[in-house]
């Protein structure tokens, strides 16, 4: 739902102790977000791209590692980049969609079908609270054949896999990454204040605002933070990790962000060495409307 946020722009943006040019920019891009978020209303498409080390995906030369990986030695293996499609607008939930698969977020609470199937309620602690090895990191089966029957062999245990695991294992995929997608308006409320070294850039698509994440906001959109909590609700090791990460805000003409691109990079984790790209292109301000079926909202208790 989209929050009211200009006062808090107004805190959470201000210059400390910023020289003068970080200071001017830092002032243009708190108007580009207001600007932005005042719009009540906006559409976005989210590409998201993850690269593991091949060592933490059953091998160095990547063929033991998970469907889409494309890396040899020890360079970063690619999984295959995953898009969605989002919707806001002011009083009602996030709308995100992939393919067929249709999501309304509110808070930690998600609602969900696949096509026309039935309406299903979750949310993130649940999601969390004991999670598939492959759920984050993209892969629905890893590696593997596919064999007669609509079965898969799993690439790490040799156990063939039924088709009904291979849904439901595609389908918890999508509603983690969904349930973790970084949602603009919120991005740009705590943008200045997640942010580092601004500077500004000019662009042949307009002003960029390039900076450098601060630690709490790059485990936050690394899911550094989240995998950390799950560890605690499971009651295994907390394994730190090291996260960076950068933002780049792009700001049109019309003087509201376009796009943004987020990239974190984490060291020491289960899987290894990580690099989470966001790329979130922003539309239809203002004009974006829809429909939020009743069914989802008794679900969600509104």
């Not at 004991?130 to 890893?142: H, I, L, R």
Request: glycine share 12%; hydrophobic share 35%; net charge neutral.
């Amino acid at each position: 739902m989209l929050p009211s946020i200009c006062s808090s722009l107004l805190i959470a943006l201000a210059p400390q102790e910023a020289p003068p040019a970080a200071s001017a920019a830092l002032e243009e891009l708190k108007g580009a977000c207001e600007k932005t978020v005042a719009a009540k209303s906006y559409s976005f498409t989210t590409r998201r791209e993850t690269s593991h080390s091949p060592a933490a995906n059953g091998g160095g030369d990547g063929a033991g590692a998970r469907g889409g990986l494309r890396a040899t030695g020890g360079a970063l293996a690619d999984e295959r980049p995953t898009e969605f499609k989002g919707e806001v607008q002011e009083g009602s939930p996030v709308r995100l969609t992939q393919g067929s698969f249709e999501v309304f977020r509110q808070g930690s609470s998600l609602v969900y079908r696949s096509g026309d199937g039935p309406w299903e309620l979750t949310d993130s602690e649940t999601l969390w609270v004991a999670p598939d090895a492959d759920a984050e990191s993209g892969g629905s089966v890893k590696g593997g054949s596919l064999l007669g029957g609509g079965e898969r062999q799993d690439g790490d245990t040799g156990k063939k896999v039924s088709e009904k695991e291979i849904l439901r294992r595609g389908l918890r995929r999508s509603l983690v990454q969904m349930n973790g997608l970084p949602i603009p308006h919120s991005c740009l409320a705590k943008a200045a204040s997640s942010l580092s070294e601004v500077r500004r850039e000019v662009t042949r698509e307009g002003a960029a605002f390039v900076g450098t994440l601060t630690v709490a906001a790059a485990e936050e959109l690394s899911g550094a933070a989240r995998l950390r909590e799950a560890a605690t609700e499971n009651q295994k090791p907390d394994r730190r990790v090291s996260v960076s990460g950068t933002m780049r805000v792009i700001v049109g003409a019309a003087g509201t962000v376009d796009r943004l691109e987020i990239e974190t990079r984490s060291t020491g984790g289960v899987r290894g060495d990580a690099i989470r790209r966001f790329t979130i292109t922003i539309a239809g301000l203002g004009t974006t409307k829809y429909e939020v079926p009743d069914e989802v909202l008794r679900r969600l208790g509104n």
